[in-house]
């Protein structure tokens, strides 16, 4: 599809498989951002369920920092991208998997939060919201986001920059299971195949009851943060 974002669509399976690789830590760039939009449009085109996967060892690091220097338009653009891109998956109407081959920040950690099924590999690996780290405010499209999935327990830790390793990922609420390095390409793909054998209908219309307060809260986070 582009050199950032590729898509391979298993017509038989009803699988539509979206890999990030930028070569380096998968930074989510305006045109990450574009291509991945694109790459749900063009899934949902095909009625096709969605496995998000990364590169070996990284899933996303996260916005691309060099964009914000670059000054308002630059950043508000590459923020709405992602706020809506987060919006597009929470929604999805075909269910949608992701599979996070090691560490994930920010907006790679929104994208799992706002998935269906979030499968991780083992390892020495991280996985969170690092903004209040590196001295960034969080964005309240980005706090509704961990809301609605992560645990009460681990809500106020993860949105002010605790990072968690692959297990307790899973018990904070951004992983549903965590596998072997060697098996995160097997396991998400039988996880999305099982998926694709569900009555989708139901499927979409359940989720848009489900998460119908959650995408208005989110709806208004993007509204408020992104206004003007």
Known sequence: ??????????????????????????A????????????FDRAERDAAVVLLTGRPGIFSAGFDLSVFPQGEAATRRMLQLGATLIERVLGFPLPVTTA?????????????LAADRRIGAAG???????????????????????????TPAYFNRCVTGDLLGPGEAVTAGFLDEVV?????????????????????????????????????????????????
Do not use: W
């Open 180 to 228: 072997p390095a060697d098996a995160l390409a097997s396991r998400g793909r039988a996880i999305a195949e099982g998926l694709a054998q569900i009555d989708l209908a139901a499927h979409a219309a359940t989720k848009q009851k489900l998460r119908a307060a959650s995408l208005a809260a989110l709806r208004r986070a993007i509204e408020a943060e992104l206004a003007g």
């Open 1 to 26: 599809m582009t050199d950032l974002v590729s898509y391979a669509h298993d017509v038989k399976a009803g699988v539509a498989t979206l890999t990030m690789d930028d070569g380096k830590a998968n």
């Open 100 to 112: 996070c081959n090691g560490h994930a920040y920010p907006m790679g950690a929104f994208l799992m």
């Open 124 to 150: 020495d690996f991280r996985i969170g919201l690092n903004e209040v780290a590196i001295s960034m405010t969080l964005p309240l499209f980005a706090i509704e986001t961990a809301r609605q999935r992560l």
């Open 28 to 39: 989510m760039s305006p045109r990450m951002l574009e291509a991945l939009h694109e790459g």
